[in-house]
C-alpha cells in the first residue's frame, strides 16, 4: 500500500500541469461550449491527451489507467472545459474497439480521438429509461440496409454530433434483451431530426432524437444482428469506468468553491459541521476509487466498491450545492455574477437521474454485490 | 499509487478471522503469542517490525468477531515504550480508562504510566468496561519514543478501524438474514424498501474501510494530514457503524430486537466506539478547524 504517485505517475502529473498552464487560456474557460471545446478538444488531441487509455495500435496512447484518473482529477482542479468528444472517447470508441469491424474502426476511430467526429448516445426512449431492454426504436432489414425508425431520447451532445450510437429493435416480434441491434447512425443523413430539451435550470443540454425512414447500412452493425444487447453492456461498462474520478474530481472543485464561500461569508456551527462532512465523504469517495482503480489495475476490472461512487457523488453534489445556497443566505434566490450555485443547485437534481437513477444503482448493488434476490 | 493489501497482509487477515471465529474471548496472553502485540514495533525493540497497517488488520478483525480483551490499547501503547513489554495496557482519555479492571497499567495524557487502580464502572457494552484512576500511588514517566498526541492518534485510527469491522459483520448478518426469511410468500430481500438500506451499508462501508486505511497509512508514514485523516476516519467510521447496525436490526424485524440475538452486541459497541475519544460531530470540529480557520 502507498498511497503517493509513483515517481512515473508523479512525473506524469507534472508535465500535464504544465501543459495545461500553458494551453488552457482564459478564452478557453470561458469560450462558448461549442467553439472552445472544439478548440480544446483539438489541443488535447495534439498533445496526445485524447484516448490516454486506448491501446497504440488505434491511435491510443497506452497507457495505464491511472494516467486517466490523474488526466481527469487534473482538468477538474484547472476547472477545464469537458472534452466534446466524451461519448466518443469513453463509450463508442471502447465498443467499437472490442466489437467493431476492421473497417469501423478504420473508419471512425482516428476521428474520434481528433474530435472530428463528435458521437452521441441513442439508448433511452421516452418508454425505455431505466429499463433498456424496453426499446421499441425499430430497424427494418431491407435490400442490403437497415431502415430505422422511432424515438431517442435525454442524449447528450445529439445537436453537435455526427454520429450515434443506436440501439435499435431488429426483430419485431422479440421482446426484452432478446432481438436487439446495436449501430453506428450517421447524424446528417436523410431522416435524423434533433430537438433540444430545455431543463429545469433554463439551458439545453439534452436532446430528442427523432429518425423517420433513416436508412443505416448493414456495414454499421456492431457485434451480431440481434445481439446488441451485449454491446450495449460493453458501452455501459466503459460509462462507469474511471467515471467515479471525473465526477470526484469536479466534487472536489465543487467543496473547494464552498469552502472560499465558507470563508468569506461566515459559516455557523451548524453549517462548519456540514462542510466538514462534505470534505470527509469526498475524501473517502476518492480513496474508495483509488482502491477501485488498484483492482482494475491489477485485474482488468474495477473492483465492487466503486459501484457506490456514483450513487455517494450524486447525492453529495445536491447536499454541497444547497449547502452553498444557504451560505448566501436570504439573498440565495437573487441571481448575480452569473448565478453560479443558484444554477449547480438545480443541475444537481439531473445527477441521481442521469447514467443510472439512484434506485437503479441500489437495486444493482443489492442484486449484484451483495447477491440479494431479485426484485423484479 | 496503490490502494491494495499485500498477499502477506491478506493471509494475516485469513488467520487473524479464522482464529476470532473460534477465539472470540481468547486471553491477551494468546494473542501475545500470536505476535500479535507490537506488530508495528520495530525489531530492534522487541516487536513485529511491521507497519501500522498490518496493525489494522488485525483491529479491523477484532472489530469484526467483537473481541472482549484489551487488545487495542495495549497495541497502541507499545511503540511509546523504550521496549515492548509483557504487561496489558490501558490508556487514559477524557478521565476515563478502557479495560481498567482487565489491564496492568495505564498511559495517561501526560505521558506518566500509572498502576490500573480505580473504580470500574458499568458501561452498555458489558464488554467494554470503562474505569476512572481513583489514587495514584506510583506513577512513571515513559522513557520511550513519541507523544501522548501519537498514541491517541493510533488509539482512535485503531478505533475505526475496528468500527468497519462492526459495519461489515452487521452488513453481512442483515443480507444472510433477509435472504432466507420469507413474508407474503417471498424472500423480504427481494423488496426495494428491505434491500435498498442495505445497499447504503454496503456504500458507506466501503467507504469507512478507505478512510479507515487511509488514516492507518497516514498513521505509519507519519504523514502530516494524520490529525485530520483521523478525525476523519474516526468520525464516518463510527457513523457508518452505527447505522449499519440499526439498519440490520430493522431488516430483522423482531428477532434483531432480542438479547439472544448478536446483533444488540454490535450496536452497543458500534456506539463505544463513537463515544470513545468525542463522538463523530466532535471529530468533524477537528476538520472543520482544518478546512476553515
Known sequence: MDLRDTPEEAAFRAELRTWIETNLSDEIRRGRFEEAGRDWSRKLHEAGYAGLTWPKEYGGAGAPYSHQAIF???????????????????????????????????????????????????FSEPDAGSDLSAVRTTARSENGHFVVDGQKVWSSFAHIADWCILVTRSDPGSERHAG????????HAPGVEVRPLRQITGEAEFNEIFFTGVEVPTE?????????????????????????????????SQIRKLIALARKRGA???????????????????????????TLMKTGIPGPEGSGAKLWWSEANQRVTKLALELLGPEAQIVEDGGYWQHQQLRSRGNTIEAGTSEILRNIIAERVLGLPRSR | MEFAFTPEQEELRRQA?????????????????LGWLGVSVPEERGGGGLSFVDETILFEEAGRALYSGPFLTTAVV???????????????????VPHLNQVDRVLREDMTAVPAEGETLATVDETRPLGRIEQVADSNYLEGSGSFEAVRLRLLAGLAAEAVGVAQKALELGVAYVSEREQFGKKIGAYQAVSHPLADTYVETELARSLAYWAAWCVAEEDERTPVAVAAAKSFCAETAVAACER??????????TWEHVLHRYYKRAQWIDAFGGHAAKQREVVAAALLD
Not at chain 1, 436487439?180 to 447524424?187: A, G, I
Not at chain 2, 440490520?248 to 430486537?257: K, M
Open chain 1, 268 to 294: 455557523t456551527p451548524v453549517q462548519r459541521d456540514a462542510i466538514a462532512r462534505e470534505w470527509i465523504g469526498l475524501q473517502a469517495v476518492r480513496y474508495t476509487n483509488y482502491r477501485s482503480l488498484t
Open chain 1, 220 to 252: 454499421n452493425v456492431v457485434g451480431e444482428v440481434g445481439g446488441g444487447w451485449q454491446v450495449a453492456m460493453t458501452t455501459l461498462l466503459h460509462e462507469r469506468g474511471t467515471l467515479g474520478f471525473a465526477l470526484t474530481a469536479g466534487l472536489e
Open chain 1, 180 to 187: 436487439l441491434t446495436y449501430m453506428l447512425v450517421d447524424m
Open chain 1, 72 to 122: 481527469l482529477e487534473e482538468m477538474a482542479r484547472a476547472e477545464a472545459p469537458p472534452h466534446l468528444g466524451v461519448i466518443g472517447l469513453g463509450m463508442a470508441g471502447p465498443t467499437i474497439i472490442a466489437h467493431g469491424t476492421d473497417a469501423q474502426k478504420q473508419k471512425h476511430l482516428e476521428k474520434i480521438l481528433s474530435t472530428e467526429e463528435i458521437w452521441c448516445q441513442g
Open chain 2, 17 to 33: 478471522r479464522s482464529f476470532l471465529d473460534a477465539n472470540p474471548d481468547a486471553p491477551l496472553a494468546e494473542l501475545r503469542e
Open chain 2, 78 to 96: 507499545l511503540p511509546a515504550l523504550s521496549e515492548v513489554d509483557e504487561q496489558a495496557w490501558s490508556v487514559e482519555l477524557d478521565g476515563l
Open chain 2, 248 to 257: 440490520s436490526i430493522q431488516v430483522h424485524g423482531g428477532i434483531g430486537f
